[in-house]
């Protein structure tokens, strides 16, 4: 019964944002078929990276707004589980 | 007539891994859809942007051995553009 | 009076860590000054910024662990401001 | 005899910012010091990884506009490996 996470609220708006990063994904596959400059190309992949980012950088918050908050206010051992998944995910965003 | 890059020979191989990445952008989609985990679908979100990386990271080694090297060999201003070009877009995938 | 953050109780380790980060910095500039090759410079500027990043996330860890959760647990407005700062930091840590 | 790289003729410049780095990287121990505010400290290790990008781009650029283009225009074996080398390095920077 608990499918409420941080970013059901704006699920529409993720799901739009990531079939649109679905559009320039195959807008890539379109510039490398029709053999477009590698510089071109180049480009457009750091847009799509750009893009990837701001979906995660957003379900971060909402994670860290809800989930994370929730655990935090009911204290104990599952606050500091969460805690703890959060900065791991933190950590592979800044690596990746 | 020039419409050979760096990447024209491996072509294939880069439609292939940009059609994995649309398939990884559309199993983000689904994971929202269904209310997953938001750990969960940063991981896969980082591992999308991961997998772009790579693509952009061997895009810039085909053009540096092909377009780049073919301008420095020929000289001139050209050359320099090329070399100019090549560092703003290592730049771009730097700092996205 | 309230100078205890998240890092306080690891304030030792954290010194320890960017004297290690100064003293790379410094052997950059020996390198630098050696006409060491570009190669070999550029490896070491990575590794200086890995070693930054890895500061930045425990950082990070610490203050949503200390700062945050006890704003979370207080509530109100304050909270919603942490959680706020909290993601521009991290947002600006994923961008940089 | 052969010291000369392609940050060579920019040298003066590199050390100064390497310097200006350095101390930045002081102020953040004295920031840590005297109980700063973690987000503020954190702000300021993301000012010290950018600085250092954009001398890691700087030294890259000076790399493939001088040692890696000498070897191109030379050609054989040795200009492959520039390429390579120039790649990994890329990759490295990409990923820190």
């Known amino acids: 019964m608990d499918s409420v996470h941080g970013y059901t609220s704006d699920k ?12 320039q ?3 890539l596959q379109r510039m490398v078929d029709e053999d477009a400059y590698c510089i ?10 750009k893009a ?3 979906v995660a950088l957003g379900l971060m918050e909402d994670h860290l707004g809800h989930c994370v908050a929730q655990a935090v206010t009911e204290g104990g051992p599952l606050a500091d589980e969460k805690l703890r998944e959060a ?3 933190i950590a592979r965003l800044v690596r990746s």
Chains 1, 2, 3, 4 share one sequence.
Do not use: H, W
Request: proline share 0%; charged share 25%; glycine share 6%.
């Open 87 to 89: 900065s791991d995910a």
């Open 25 to 27: 994904v195959r807008g």
């Open 40 to 49: 071109d190309v180049l480009t457009q992949v750091s847009a799509v990276t």
């Open 52 to 54: 990837l980012q701001t």
């Open 12 to 23: 529409d708006a993720y799901l739009a944002r990531l079939r649109r990063v679905e559009g």
